[in-house]
């Protein structure tokens, strides 16, 4: 881009002509972004393009699509009804003040109306130009500005550039087939390259699909086998077309096939499983020997998890036979030491074993490990659970309402323009004017065109033709500031009191403000939430008919006096 020259008198800042300029690479034609049946525009020099208008009226909120930065001023690409416009916004603190800037997607809109001088758009040399549409005077073509295309009008007879029904690419890519070549991912290729690349592509893309399908099936069984060996435990929550959602602990991890090993089922069950076996032995192993119901149910579930891997898998299913010779010695050591002390274990719990067998003799249930009571004692209420899920808030243990402020729908009227979505100006205090220092002006009119458009704020102000426009309601009717005509001085010192227009709300009055805010009482959620009186936010309430006990009566215990209590928690 040509940099912008400014010159500075006084307290005015005349600006020169400015140019915009894109850049062009490559050297053999490449197939156009856009295909277009009306042509191509083709610089065959570098042309300059022309504003339709020397200045255009930015409506409120419009976003400008920024094309370049300088330390002075933003050029950006105005869209417009059938064509665009380039301008120039110097970066005055009138105009950065009312300015929304986002640079990451390169978009700039104001808050007020705003009038800009267009400025002219170089094409270099060798750009080409999908046209859009066909004009008596010229053509609407499509100009391409950061990876964006926008609709510019181009005078039919503009300087360096010319006009072709066909396209470079294509009049290249005749020459090139002629010669036994193919176009291929931005290449021109043999066909029996392209063939190769081909299969090559698809034998890749199949042996990612099998990857996929394999993680997949593994994830549904609780295992993902990572690049580096890491092997995950947990459960799939989702997947895509390539990629897995999976909760592992308390993490949720979105993992693709460049994260796995490239495995088949078999295999990365067999993984699993004998990682899950291994972490149940090695934590059995580290238990007290107190823990000996613990520890064997582990060893149990280490057992069922090794009998699970086949002879497909040969190094994994070796491993498996010698931890399952592991898991079922260590549990006839427990076996063995629970016999020496006539101890067994029921219901994952250990007892001596002649309070077990008294009990089951009399047709005894064990309740919470703790509790002997016959099958008539146990409660019907509450089925032994000793609650009931509390009826007022259906066990979640809060009462949601809908909020009585906003009516259920999370936002009430502004408070500050009640509704109406526009306020005073805090500028002009909704006088659509200011008063600065300044050499008094007035307007000379030349034609009937005005640059604002015929609504411009609704509602508020109209368009009454010739440059002069009218205020409904009670701000006076005043002419616009920039109509097609010029400026004529009328002399003064410079030190009057000037009544300038509003640059904050553009002589409305106004400034734009939202309908609606966040309802106060229920912060935006539609409603209201408390906890319920009945259960305190537990969700469920004591059983009345056994007391939370879950069974009625005294408990059975032994006829000799022995502890009844849970050895093993």
């Not at 120039?88 to 800037?101: G, L, S």
């Not at 036979?321 to 002390?341: F, P, R, T, V, W």
Request: glycine share 10%; with cysteine; net charge positive.
């Amino acid at each position: 881009m040509k940099t912008c020259r400014s010159f500075e008198i006084g307290s005015l800042v005349l600006l020169m002509m400015h140019s915009v300029c894109f850049a062009s690479d490559g050297n053999d034609p490449v197939p156009p972004d856009i295909k277009s049946d009306a042509g191509y525009l083709k610089a065959v020099a570098d042309a300059e393009i022309a504003p339709v208008e020397k200045r255009v009226f930015v409506q409120p909120r419009t976003e400008l699509h920024i094309a370049q930065e300088t330390p002075d001023a933003l050029y950006a690409v105005l869209p417009g009804k059938n064509f665009s416009a380039m301008c120039i916004i110097p970066k005055y603190a009138r105009h950065m003040a009312v300015a929304n800037i986002d640079r990451d997607s390169m978009v700039i809109s104001f808050r007020a109306g705003l009038e800009l001088q267009t400025v002219p758009t170089v094409i270099p040399e060798g750009i080409e130009m999908a046209v859009r549409e066909r004009l008596p005077d010229g053509f609407v073509a499509m100009v391409k500005i950061n990876h964006a295309h926008h609709p510019f009008f181009i005078p039919e007879h503009t300087t360096g550039l010319l006009f072709d029904q066909e396209d470079d690419f294509a009049k290249f890519a005749r020459k090139q087939e002629a010669a036994g070549l193919v176009f291929s991912d931005g290449k021109w290729i043999t066909a029996d390259e392209k063939l190769r690349r081909q299969r090559q592509e698809k034998a890749e893309s199949d042996k990612a699909n099998m990857t996929f399908e394999a993680m997949k099936k593994g994830a549904e069984a609780g295992f993902i086998v990572l690049h580096d060996g890491r092997i995950l435990n947990g459960t799939m929550k989702g997947n895509d077309l390539r990629n897995i959602l999976f909760e592992s602990g308390n993490e949720m991890l979105w993992l693709g096939t460049e994260d796995v090993q490239p495995l088949d089922t078999i295999t990365i069950l067999a993984r699993g499983n004998l990682d899950t076996a291994k972490r149940l032995i090695e934590s059995s192993t580290l238990a007290p020997s107190e823990d000996s119901a613990k520890s064997r149910k582990k060893l149990v579930a280490a057992v069922l998890a090794l009998g699970k891997i086949t002879p497909d898998t040969k190094d994994e299913f070796a491993e498996a036979k010698k931890n399952m010779e592991k898991a079922n010695h260590l549990i006839s050591q427990i076996d063995n030491d629970l016999k020496k002390d006539n101890k067994v274990i029921y219901k994952d719990i250990v007892f001596p074993e002649y309070i077990v067998k008294y009990h089951l003799s009399k047709g005894h249930i064990l309740l919470r490990g703790k509790f002997w009571v016959s099958p008539e004692q146990c409660c019907p209420e509450c089925q032994t659970k000793g609650f009931h899920i509390c009826a007022t808030c259906g066990g979640e243990g809060q009462l949601r309402n809908e909020c009585q402020t906003c009516h259920g729908t999370g936002r009430i009227p502004c408070q500050i323009c009640h509704g109406k979505a526009w306020k005073e100006c805090p500028v002009c205090g909704g006088k659509g004017f200011t008063y600065k220092k300044g050499r008094p002006q007035t307007f000379a009119y030349f034609g009937s065109s005005c640059y604002y458009p015929r609504y411009w704020n609704p509602g508020r102000i109209v368009a009454t033709g010739r440059g002069a426009i009218a205020i409904i309601g009670p701000s006076p009717v005043f002419r616009p500031p920039y109509c097609s005509g010029t400026y004529i001085g009328s002399g003064g010192s410079g030190d009057e009191a000037v009544k300038t227009l509003c640059w904050n709300c553009g002589g409305t009055g106004t400034a734009h403000c939202p309908k609606t805010q966040t309802c106060p009482d229920c912060r935006g959620a539609g409603v209201t939430i408390k906890t319920c009186p009945t259960c305190n936010g537990r969700g469920n309430v004591r059983c009345a008919n056994c007391n939370g006990r879950g069974f009625t009566g005294k408990p059975k215990t032994h006829p000799k006096p022995v502890n009844t209590e849970k050895i093993i928690p």
